[in-house]
Nanobody, 121 residues
């Protein structure tokens, strides 16, 4: 059964950094897009970044450009999201999603349970 497990969320002060991890299992890691989304109460899930695990193509939402870096370790079936210079607006639950494309949540088949990021001002 496909499974995605996120970790790394925490409470951090504005300007700080976090690295989120997403470990996948139950489906072939190579050849699919894996993305990070975030959600705050009352708002739709927002795409943050995605990576194609076969050719390394990367796409960022404007909100994270220059501050966030997505990467993958195919040997560990893991995708990371390095977040620097965090802002209070980055607060939310961050979800890992797989087997989709781009930054549209509706295109993804598998989702993790989420990890919470809170950025204090």
């Amino acid at each position: 059964e496909p499974q995605l497990v996120e970790s790394g969320g925490a409470l951090v002060q504005a300007g700080g950094s976090l690295r989120l991890s997403c470990v996948s299992s139950g489906f072939p890691f190579d050849g699919y897009a894996i993305a990070w989304f975030r959600q705050v109460p009352g708002k739709e899930r927002e795409g943050v970044a995605c990576i194609s695990t076969d050719d390394g193509r990367i796409l960022y939402a404007d909100s994270g450009k220059g501050r966030f870096t997505i990467s993958s370790d195919n040997a560990k079936n893991t995708v990371y999201l390095q977040m620097n210079n965090l802002k209070p607006d980055d607060t939310g639950v961050y979800y890992c999603a797989a087997v989709g494309g781009g930054l549209e949540a509706a295109l993804y088949d598998y989702w993790g349970q989420g990890t919470r990021v809170t950025v204090s001002s």
